[in-house]
């Protein structure tokens, strides 16, 4: 369940849906009851890796199917050893 929560989060942000991962953790954690220990499920990522959750991915693909297909934008930090809070570092927003 975790996996699947986590996979959206990255979905709705690769398509612009989510805008700021930090609205994103938080909103994971307040709005649908995500692990709050782990900050949300952009600051999780960060925890495990783009590349071993990559990984984690393939393995839950091949034993039960395509919802579990890596974004392309996970795949892409992980080619690239990039975390989201450095990806997509806050900038202030005008008011």
Known sequence: MLFAQVLEAVRALEDGVLTDIREGDV??????????????????????GA??????CDGLTAAHG??????A????????????Y???????KAA
Request: glycine letters at 12%; charged letters at 15%.
């Open 27 to 48: 909103g994971a954690i307040l709005g649908w009851g995500f692990a709050p220990w782990s900050g949300g499920p952009f600051s999780w990522l960060d925890m495990i």
């Open 51 to 56: 590349a071993r959750a990559v990984e984690i």
């Open 73 to 84: 934008l996970l795949r892409d930090m992980a080619s690239k050893g990039e975390q989201f």
């Open 66 to 71: 395509a919802r579990f297909t890596a974004p």
């Open 86 to 92: 450095t990806r997509f570092a806050a900038t202030p």
